[in-house]
């Protein structure tokens, strides 16, 4: 009984609200306003002829009889109080009673079994503990080893397997079906295999990793399959080969991009194109940031213009940047050196005194306020150390750093790329080390 009151009067709220709403809408002038009230008396009507003739409050009935009489605004608080005013059963449960049958000493009924469970315990990969994004070279073949744990034997079952499933096309990959058969000893059991794994593709550099998650299934089919399978059973794969397909030409450099990208995509603010379109002018900017180094590019006659040119013609050269490159944009307050699709493009140039990349910091707010002001997440700085070198210089990978900044609010990012230019000649130091000496 409580349940169809209560139901009831559940209606009769939702029709006061459109009363409600057809008052704000006739104070406020709104077009058509009597919309509300229109769709207020036909639900009443629903509701006599739902409940009118069955409810156990005649109050209800009453109220809803009343809603036909609404003409003005005034009339609906009067509707409101009334309805609140109405008094309604309370509804209660009645102790239940149930008939314990008790077990008879003869009763040869077994237990329940326990819970059927199969806990992956981890996978190897060449030998190595698989990484939460583990490099594998595509085109070649790997070792993949699982290893489980079965809390027991599943009734009727032969075989165990493991078997990989995923939504990568099935002509990308091969992976092992891991298969146990029945053991003879007691439970639990730990047990472990190893298989063939091969990605056939190398992915590019903006892919997200290959990822497979490996389910369990007892054969044959009409054994016991209420399982449980826990444990980290996700393998993701990245089949970037840096070797082979190289991204900027210099493999450390590569390798170092990658990680940068890798810890971008932990953070999930940043979208897909946007992570994109940073990992697409990092490239070029990496590249030059290894040539430099090479070629000695930059000499001591390079003004920070000559340096800003340099670099934006460098980018304009790369096929999918090209004409997409700003220079000069506006944005906030300031004016950017450089953006692509957004992305801010800080340039800085120091001729005077040697850099680090901790110096390079300094820096960093600046390009910070145009990834905020562009209503981005991740920005790029790109510092010339144009000062005389008296010292070797540091690899190309060690001038390449991702800053996060927060002040109090979502994290921003900013990737730092130092170059160095003004390079000495390797005989000028081996002559500066022989005079230091003595000799």
């Given at each position: 009984m409580s349940a169809n009151v209560y139901s009831s009067f559940a209606d009769l709220v939702g029709i006061a609200a459109q009363l409600v709403g057809w008052r704000a809408a006739v104070l406020q002038a709104e077009l058509d306003g009597d919309r509300h009230l229109r769709a207020a008396k036909a639900k009443a009507i629903l509701w006599i002829a739902e409940y009118g003739s069955a409810t156990e409050v005649p109050d209800l009935l009453?109220?809803?009889?009343?809603?036909?009489?609404?003409?003005?605004?005034?009339?609906?608080?009067?509707?409101?109080?009334g309805l609140a005013a109405i008094p309604l059963p309370i509804g209660y449960y009645a102790e239940e009673h149930r008939l314990t049958l008790r077990q008879s000493p003869n009763d040869d009924r077994q237990p329940?079994?326990?819970?059927?469970?199969i806990a992956f315990l981890l996978?190897?990969?060449?030998?190595?503990?698989?990484?939460?994004?583990?490099?594998?070279?595509?085109?070649?073949?790997?070792?993949?080893?699982?290893?489980?744990?079965i809390s027991r034997w599943a009734d009727g079952a032969d075989l165990?397997?493991?078997?990989?499933?995923t939504i990568e096309p099935s002509s990308s990959y091969e992976l092992p079906v891991f298969e146990f058969p029945r053991p003879s000893d007691k439970p639990p059991y730990i047990m472990r295999k190893t298989g063939r794994a091969l990605l056939k593709y190398a992915q590019h550099i903006g892919a997200r990793p290959y990822e497979f998650k490996y389910a369990a299934w007892f054969s044959p089919n009409a054994s016991e399959q209420a399982l449980a399978v826990v444990g980290q059973r996700t393998l993701r794969l990245e089949g970037i080969d840096v070797t082979n397909s190289p991204v900027t030409g210099y493999v450390h450099v590569d390798s170092k991009l990658l990680e940068i990208r890798d810890r971008l995509r932990r953070y999930h603010r940043?979208?897909?194109?946007?992570?994109?379109?940073?990992?697409?002018?990092?490239?070029?900017?990496?590249?030059?940031?290894?040539?430099s180094l090479q070629d000695a590019i930059f000499d001591s006659s390079v003004s920070e213009g000559t340096f800003q040119k340099a670099l934006r013609d460098e980018l304009r050269k790369a096929p999918r940047i090209g004409s997409k490159l700003e220079e000069h944009p506006r944005s906030g307050a300031g004016v950017m050196d450089l953006s692509f699709q957004g992305i801010p493009i800080e340039l800085k140039y120091e001729a005077d005194r040697l850099l680090t990349l901790e110096d390079c910091e300094r820096f960093a707010q600046q390009t910070q306020s145009y990834v905020v002001a562009n209503g981005k997440r991740v920005g790029i700085l790109c510092v010339l150390d144009n000062s005389k070198k008296v010292t070797p210089p540091f690899p190309a990978e060690d001038g390449i750093r991702l800053l996060s900044l927060n002040d109090g609010g979502s994290p921003v990012h900013v990737v730092v790329v130092l170059i160095q230019g003004n390079l000495s000649r390797p005989s000028d130091l081996s002559r500066r080390s022989a005079s230091s000496t003595g000799r």
């Open positions: 009453g109220i809803a009889l009343r809603v036909n009489e609404v003409t003005d605004i005034v009339h609906v608080g009067n509707f409101c109080a329940p079994p326990p819970d059927l469970e996978f190897r990969i060449n030998g190595e503990a698989a990484a939460e994004v583990h490099f594998v070279a595509p085109g070649v073949l790997h070792d993949l080893e699982v290893e489980v744990r165990l397997q493991l078997k990989p499933v940043q979208s897909q194109d946007e992570l994109a379109s940073v990992m697409e002018v990092l490239q070029p900017i990496a590249s030059l940031a290894a040539r």
